[in-house]
């Protein structure tokens, strides 16, 4: 969920999990504006990527209730019966 909406509230180091390199930044408005426009343009990216290989993609906040998203929200999308 913090990914989503982070709660920036004072000065940061974030970690990329993965990389494990390091960014510092100061806490303010304009930063969490940035970061969600940085997070939509790679949320539309990764879904131009699976629909031009006709997949589907559908993204998930990992504190929704899982079943409700495979067993309701995939049905009445068609994705699954």
Known sequence: PTEIEP?????LRLIDSETGETLDISSG???????EEYRLRFQRHLEAMCQSRSG?????NAGDDLGHH???VLRRRGWIR
């Open 70 to 72: 495979l067993f309701d």
């Open 29 to 35: 408005g304009d930063i969490v504006l940035l970061y």
């Open 7 to 11: 709660d920036v509230t004072s000065d």
């Open 56 to 60: 589907r993609m559908m993204t998930l």
